[in-house]
């Protein structure tokens, strides 16, 4: 899932300091689940603002609404009248939800309330894990299913630097060398051999990236009949 | 007699290292370089060392071989994309210099600009890659140079890694990078000559000059100190001691270095100095090694 974080109070407040009329809108997915931008998160928000305002001695109304997910036209589509009635929209998904519901919504400035982090996983209760970086040529199959572009500080793909100290990144104690866990997981599967030889660099992707699906085109042709 | 010539002359190798300043003023480099010219066979000029700004490497490199000194060039993949790398390098050929280090780098998070964009486009592997196809005149994206390179290039090793999966990838990443074209080896510091031995027996077969790294002992509290934070790095406990019981720091020192040099000369194929600022003591460690 993508993982994010809500942004500093004090600059949440400040982006909607000229605003009297704000929906604080969760996204019920990827947000919710990395327990971020959910709907307990979206009325913890929404009381923490009203309380910020009222104390400083100013008018606001703050709604509350969360979708099932903010990236996706047929959610977003169906609070466009709801969204109307407000200033501003202050959107706690993802940043491709925000871009998504600018375009969709757009004679309504819509506000990130959080930073994008990365595409990871809970390692254990209350931690986060980046593990992926939709590099575009996934080399998972060589690397004992642990990504060393994710997770290595360099993104090597040959191997590690030299500058692990007692199986931890040079870069921060706290991080295992990804290296040596695939070391470890090749050595378990017997398959060390997947890391002998050299493949080619990487080839970066231009952005923004795209996906064109002709099978989903022509489906909805069919479809649409 | 360059630095290739000497390596395929089967002489015993020195080189050490010197870093660029923070700054313009290369005077006190340029006399550490002097005087220890004629005694080394060549001359690494780090590239940024440690991630912290400096006067580069090629323009530093290109000093001393105006000097008459052989250089070599320490390219690191931390700031340069394959574009900068490869052109970079064609620039160090025409300057005049001709060999050259690939290594990957610190991360720039370790030096004084935290926040930098770390690059890693290529690795130390990739670019060793990209080098022999500089010197057999295309480039990495196939196109034909007007003019190749010949460089002589190489690599560095760590035969400290501390944990059995850490050596074990460094075995197995030196066969890539002599697979890439790395036509010798320099090594992080050695303190333990039993260890090196060991590390000197596993690649034997790899048929790849070695040349073992000396870091200077300044004091005890250095040698703690890379003890806990330099990665391969080992200084054994009497070897502390012999620093913190001496009232010549200096002497003893050197004494250390001359030692350890003396045990290499059986092992491996030469001996790289890492001075740290001692640069003017290295002929005094060369007399002592009896070089």
């Not at chain 1, 982006?15 to 997915?29: D, E, F």
């Not at chain 1, 996934?138 to 004992?144: D, E, K, V």
């Not at chain 2, 991360?107 to 196809?133: E, T, Y």
């Not at chain 2, 080992?234 to 003893?252: N, Q």
Request: hydrophobic share 40%; net charge neutral; charged share 25%.
């Amino acid at each position: 899932m993508i993982i994010a974080e809500i942004k500093p109070f004090e600059e949440i407040k400040d982006m909607l300091k000229n605003y009297k009329r704000i929906l604080v809108l969760g996204c019920g997915t990827c947000m919710a689940i990395c327990l971020s931008g959910g709907k307990k998160q979206v009325e913890l928000l929404a009381l923490a603002l009203r309380t910020a305002r009222r104390t400083e001695g100013g008018e606001v109304t703050i709604g509350e609404k969360t979708i099932g997910r903010q990236c996706e036209p047929k959610f977003v589509d169906q609070i466009k009248d709801e969204a109307s009635q407000y200033e501003v929209i202050l959107s706690m998904g993802c940043g491709a939800g925000v871009q998504e519901l600018a375009e969709r919504l757009n004679s309504i400035p819509v506000l990130p309330a959080m930073n994008t982090l990365f595409i990871g996983a809970a390692s254990e209760e209350g931690n986060f894990l980046e593990m992926c970086r939709a590099c575009g040529d996934c080399i998972l199959w060589r690397t004992g299913g642990i990504c060393p572009v994710a997770r290595c500080a360099k993104s090597l793909i040959y191997g590690p630097c030299g500058g692990s100290q007692n199986g931890r990144c040079e870069v921060s104690k706290d991080t295992p060398c990804v290296w040596q866990q695939i070391y470890a997981r090749l050595t378990k599967l017997n398959q060390i051999h997947l890391l002998m030889g050299i493949s080619q660099p990487k080839a970066w992707h231009i952005h923004p990236q795209r996906l064109a699906r002709e099978d989903l085109k022509l489906n909805k042709e069919t479809k649409g009949g | 007699m360059g630095f290739r010539e000497a390596l395929q002359s089967g002489k015993f190798l020195i080189t050490a290292e010197i870093g660029p300043p923070k700054g313009t003023a290369i005077d006190e480099l340029l006399e550490d370089a002097e005087l220890i010219k004629g005694k080394v066979d060549a001359i690494n000029v780090t590239d940024l060392q440690s991630s912290v700004m400096r006067l580069g490497s090629v323009a530093v490199c290109h000093l001393l071989k105006d000097k008459g000194i052989d250089p070599i060039l320490q390219m690191t993949c931390r700031d340069r994309n394959r574009l900068a790398l490869q052109s970079d390098l064609l620039s160090a050929w025409v300057l005049g210099i001709r060999n050259v280090l690939s290594l990957t780098g610190d991360h720039p998070a370790l030096g004084d600009h935290p926040q930098a964009m770390p690059v890693f486009d290529l690795d130390s592997v990739s670019l060793l890659n990209v080098i022999r196809k500089l010197n057999e005149g295309v480039d990495m994206a196939g196109s034909q140079l007007k003019g190749a390179t010949d460089f002589f290039p190489g690599a560095v090793v760590n035969p400290g890694a501390d944990t059995e999966a850490a050596f074990e990838m460094q075995i197995i990443k030196m066969e890539k990078k002599i697979e890439a074209g790395a036509r010798f080896f320099q090594t992080q510091g050695i303190y333990d000559l039993n260890l090196f031995e060991k590390f000197i027996k596993r690649v034997e077969g790899f048929k790849t000059p070695i040349l073992g790294g000396i870091i200077l002992l300044k004091s005890a509290g250095m040698a703690r100190f890379m003890n806990k934070n330099v990665a391969g790095v080992f200084v054994p406990d009497p070897l502390i001691k012999e620093m913190e019981d001496t009232k010549d720091k200096v002497k003893t020192s050197i004494s250390i270095a001359a030692r350890l040099i003396k045990g290499m000369k059986d092992l491996c194929q030469g001996v790289h100095i890492m001075a740290i600022g001692w640069e003017k003591k290295i002929p005094m460690v060369l007399e002592d090694a009896g070089l």
